[in-house]
């Protein structure tokens, strides 16, 4: 069971990034995926996830109406379309799946795999 994490890279404020998550040897849509970051110095912190066997998404405040979660079934991969990207998006994003309640989204004991993480870094 494994988890990959693709698609960051260095974007100018304001840019847009795609990131995607894809299962091997698990089916994602069985699962919450939830994307976490950690930016340099600071503990990670939980940023949208997107419900098991449906659509239902989530958000933390500080992304919420730029960032947008979705699933492609097909592909077995769940993405996160950044947009209006800040400097202070700078970090590591990494997926995770779990079956947490809806409470307990942001507790990264609630999920049983990680991807590696993948760098986001906005600058000019």
């Known amino acids: 069971v494994q988890l990959q994490a693709s698609g960051g890279g260095w974007v100018q404020p304001g840019g847009a990034l795609r990131l995607s998550c894809t299962g091997s040897?698990?089916?994602?849509?069985?699962?919450?995926i939830s994307w976490f970051r950690q930016s340099p110095g600071q503990e990670r912190e939980w940023v949208a996830a997107?419900?098991?066997?449906?659509?239902?998404?989530y958000y933390s405040d500080p992304i919420k109406g730029r960032f947008t979660i979705s699933r492609d079934n097909a592909k077995n991969t769940v993405y996160l379309q950044m947009n209006s990207l800040k400097p202070e998006d700078t970090g590591i994003y990494y997926c995770?799946?779990?079956?947490?309640?809806?409470?307990?989204?942001?507790?990264?004991?609630?999920?049983?795999?990680w991807g590696q993480g993948t760098q986001v870094t906005v600058s000019s």
């Open positions: 040897g698990v089916t994602l849509r069985d699962y919450t």
């Open positions: 995770a799946r779990g079956r947490p309640i809806v409470s307990a989204l942001s507790n990264e004991e609630m999920y049983y795999s």
């Open positions: 997107i419900r098991q066997g449906g659509s239902v998404t």
